[in-house]
């Protein structure tokens, strides 16, 4: 039956609870609330000591909030009990609806464990509901009022009057209990939330540093800058350009942003471009200025994205080498031109002469160098020496056979013999080789068959000269040589020094008849006077025609030709010569 006074008890522990739990929501922070906690069970509810702890990250539980006794506080404040400690309490005793009350009973078998505890020295009760200084009361706190996940537990200790809660007095800390759960929860969901906006702002502090590092980077590098697009219809066009890459090409910011690297690549530096990797790819090629020249440079990818999913981008590192690839293309003349004459040397006519030739003889003719005298009858030769002429009357240049693009030149690598077309230092004959086979015999009617004639040159009466008038007038005399000889060529043919006064010219696409007319004609271009400080000399010269022809090695070929020059030179022992 209900006591007069207990209509006035509800009411009191109402608005106590009403204000404990109004005070929860005041809290600022995850500490400030768990303290909060802590005063309310004393404040509102009538306890004298009250202790919250909080489940950490790894499940065990820590002293976060205590209140009631600062020299309890001091003293188990950080503590941690283990969460197999706590779940053996949490059975343990009598249940009062989600509360755990441990008598002192049973009480004593905790006093070894690892939970910080405090004890409070008292008599022993005198009455059935009287506490017990041993007595144990805990209030779990689960997550959204559930039973799923612990976040807590309020342990309470000496209530209000010294008897131990009723009814009212259970309700009221599980209420007051489960209300601290829900505001603990939002204490910890604001925490984060601030956490991660702290940890945001400064992310995107770092990005915007980020990017204004790139940006200064990017536009106040020393060396070339590009940003591209990739995939799409506008691929490899280019987005953004710095100052460098703009002066290095003579063009503005505005005019780099309609072309692509593709648009400004020479023509024979294309293919690299195209192999070139977009991640890590690294081509050495020739971008176009605006005057039209082209300068060389070292391109390097990387692809960049512009936020974590966006859309991703090429980043080219542009270097100017024009100066390094400069020596490395002198170094490599040096290494295969004549330093005199600025003529192929020997080691890069054979180079040139291996690029035409494979293993594999097009057609075998009893052996390869027998092939190559029967086209000319053995060794019989044919005396190329036509006396009483004058060399340079009417003389219009070789054309007997078909002139290459360019008119005549130099004897470097042209048309026919670089490496772009398979005939030169590094050209490989690869699937594309066209089996070098020498023309029909002299004897016999052209019968159209073209082949890469080797004229084998060799000066008459230069050591006569060298010994007179010494070997500065020799050097002059084998210039000039040179420049005649490279003259009377077509731009795909090759004037090499093979050593001395030896010279060897190579010409492709040639008959038999087109060979000797050649020689004639190169001939007759040496014969006249050269003109040596204020002196004038003459040199003859004794040709030998031979023929490339797959099977064959380059020596084979060199020596086949160098035979004939001497037979030539037999064949006109009794004639006259004479130089100086």
Same mark, same amino acid.
């Given at each position: 039956? %209900?006591? $007069?006074?207990? *209509?006035?008890? #509800? /009411?009191?522990?109402?608005?106590?609870?009403?204000?404990? =739990?109004? +005070? !929860?929501?005041?809290?600022?922070?995850?500490?400030?609330?768990?303290?909060?906690?802590?005063?309310?069970?004393?404040?509102?509810?009538?306890?004298?000591?009250?202790?919250?702890?909080?489940?950490?990250?790894?499940?065990?539980?820590?002293?976060?909030?205590?209140?009631?006794?600062?020299?309890?506080?001091?003293?188990?404040?950080?503590?941690?009990?283990?969460?197999?400690?706590?779940?053996?309490?949490?059975?343990?005793?009598?249940?009062?609806?989600?509360?755990?009350?441990?008598?002192?009973?049973?009480?004593?078998?905790?006093?070894?464990?690892?939970?910080?505890?405090?004890?409070?020295?008292?008599?022993?009760?005198?009455? %059935?509901? $009287?506490?017990? *200084?041993?007595? #144990? /009361?805990?209030?779990?706190?689960?997550?959204?009022?559930? =039973?799923? +996940? !612990?976040?807590?537990?309020?342990?309470?200790?000496?209530?209000?009057?010294?008897?131990?809660?009723?009814?009212?007095?259970?309700?009221?800390?599980?209420?007051?209990?489960?209300?601290?759960?829900?505001?603990?929860?939002?204490?910890?969901?604001?925490?984060?939330?601030?956490?991660?906006?702290?940890?945001?702002?400064?992310?995107?502090?770092?990005?915007?540093?980020?990017?204004?590092?790139?940006?200064?980077?990017?536009?106040?590098?020393?060396?070339?800058?590009?940003?591209?697009?990739?995939?799409?219809?506008?691929?490899?066009?280019?987005?953004?350009?710095?100052?460098?890459?703009?002066?290095?090409?003579?063009?503005?910011?505005?005019?780099?942003?309609?072309?692509?690297?593709?648009?400004?690549?020479?023509?024979?530096?294309?293919?690299?471009?195209?192999?070139?990797?977009?991640?890590?790819?690294?081509?050495?090629?020739?971008?176009?200025?605006?005057?039209?020249?082209?300068?060389?440079?070292?391109?390097?990818?990387?692809?960049?994205?512009?936020?974590?999913?966006?859309?991703?981008?090429?980043?080219?590192?542009?270097?100017?080498?024009?100066?390094?690839?400069?020596?490395?293309?002198?170094?490599?003349?040096?290494?295969?031109?004549?330093?005199?004459?600025?003529?192929?040397?020997?080691?890069?006519?054979?180079?040139?002469?291996?690029?035409?030739?494979?293993?594999?003889?097009?057609?075998?003719?009893?052996?390869?160098?027998?092939?190559?005298?029967?086209?000319?009858?053995?060794?019989?030769?044919?005396?190329?020496?036509?006396?009483?002429?004058?060399?340079?009357?009417?003389?219009?240049?070789?054309?007997?056979?078909?002139?290459?693009?360019?008119?005549?030149?130099?004897?470097?690598?042209?048309?026919?013999?670089?490496?772009?077309?398979?005939?030169?230092?590094?050209?490989?004959?690869?699937?594309?080789?066209?089996?070098?086979?020498?023309?029909?015999?002299?004897?016999?009617?052209?019968?159209?068959?073209?082949?890469?004639?080797?004229?084998?040159?060799?000066?008459?009466?230069?050591?006569?000269?060298?010994?007179?008038?010494?070997?500065?007038?020799?050097?002059?005399?084998?210039?000039?040589?040179?420049?005649?000889?490279?003259?009377?060529?077509?731009?795909?043919?090759?004037?090499?020094?093979?050593?001395?006064?030896?010279?060897?010219?190579?010409?492709?696409?040639?008959?038999?008849?087109?060979?000797?007319?050649?020689?004639?004609?190169?001939?007759?271009?040496?014969?006249?006077?050269?003109?040596?400080?204020?002196?004038?000399?003459?040199?003859?010269?004794?040709?030998?025609?031979?023929?490339?022809?797959?099977?064959?090695?380059?020596?084979?070929?060199?020596?086949?030709?160098?035979?004939?020059?001497?037979?030539?030179?037999?064949?006109?022992?009794?004639?006259?010569?004479?130089?100086?």
């Amino acid at each position: 039956m %209900e006591t $007069e006074s207990e *209509p006035y008890v #509800r /009411l009191a522990t109402l608005r106590q609870l009403h204000d404990a =739990v109004a +005070e !929860l929501n005041t809290a600022r922070s995850l500490a400030d609330t768990l303290q909060t906690v802590a005063d309310g069970v004393v404040a509102g509810l009538g306890y004298q000591l009250a202790c919250v702890n909080v489940v950490q990250a790894d499940g065990d539980l820590v002293v976060a909030a205590f209140a009631g006794s600062a020299a309890a506080e001091s003293l188990i404040t950080g503590r941690v009990g283990s969460r197999a400690s706590w779940e053996r309490r949490l059975t343990m005793g009598e249940s009062w609806g989600s509360l755990r009350f441990i008598p002192h009973t049973e009480g004593w078998v905790l006093q070894e464990d690892d939970v910080p505890q405090w004890y409070t020295e008292g008599p022993d009760p005198r009455f %059935e509901d $009287e506490w017990h *200084p041993h007595d #144990r /009361l805990y209030a779990p706190m689960y997550a959204s009022g559930g =039973v799923s +996940e !612990l976040l807590g537990v309020i342990s309470v200790d000496r209530p209000r009057g010294g008897r131990r809660p009723g009814p009212w007095g259970q309700e009221a800390l599980q209420m007051y209990a489960s209300q601290a759960a829900i505001a603990i929860s939002n204490a910890r969901l604001r925490a984060n939330m601030q956490r991660a906006l702290v940890r945001l702002e400064r992310e995107q502090q770092a990005l915007r540093a980020s990017e204004e590092s790139f940006r200064q980077a990017f536009e106040y590098a020393p060396s070339g800058m590009a940003i591209a697009e990739m995939g799409g219809d506008q691929h490899g066009r280019l987005l953004r350009t710095n100052d460098a890459l703009c002066r290095l090409l003579g063009r503005p910011a505005s005019a780099m942003r309609r072309y692509s690297f593709a648009d400004l690549v020479h023509p024979e530096d294309i293919g690299t471009l195209l192999r070139t990797s977009a991640e890590g790819g690294r081509a050495e090629l020739r971008l176009t200025r605006r005057d039209g020249t082209y300068v060389w440079v070292s391109l390097r990818n990387s692809v960049v994205a512009d936020t974590t999913d966006g859309p991703r981008f090429l980043l080219t590192h542009v270097e100017d080498i024009e100066e390094r690839k400069s020596r490395e293309l002198q170094l490599a003349h040096r290494a295969s031109h004549d330093s005199l004459t600025g003529l192929p040397n020997s080691a890069e006519l054979r180079s040139r002469l291996s690029a035409r030739l494979c293993s594999r003889p097009h057609a075998m003719r009893e052996t390869a160098v027998e092939a190559l005298d029967a086209a000319y009858g053995g060794y019989e030769g044919t005396v190329i020496y036509e006396p009483g002429y004058d060399a340079y009357d009417g003389y219009d240049g070789y054309d007997g056979y078909e002139e290459g693009a360019g008119g005549r030149g130099g004897g470097g690598p042209r048309a026919g013999f670089g490496p772009a077309a398979g005939f030169g230092p590094g050209g490989g004959q690869g699937d594309h080789h066209v089996h070098m086979v020498p023309p029909g015999d002299d004897g016999d009617a052209e019968d159209g068959t073209k082949g890469l004639a080797v004229l084998f040159c060799d000066l008459d009466g230069f050591k006569s000269i060298n010994d007179r008038f010494g070997h500065n007038t020799g050097d002059e005399v084998l210039i000039e040589v040179a420049r005649r000889l490279t003259t009377g060529v077509r731009d795909g043919d090759t004037v090499a020094r093979l050593g001395g006064d030896e010279f060897v010219v190579l010409a492709d696409g040639l008959g038999s008849a087109d060979a000797a007319d050649l020689a004639v004609r190169l001939r007759n271009a040496i014969i006249p006077p050269i003109r040596v400080d204020g002196r004038a000399v003459r040199v003859g010269a004794s040709f030998g025609i031979s023929w490339a022809s797959c099977g064959m090695s380059v020596e084979e070929v060199l020596q086949s030709a160098d035979q004939r020059m001497y037979v030539e030179k037999r064949s006109r022992n009794k004639v006259h010569r004479r130089a100086g």
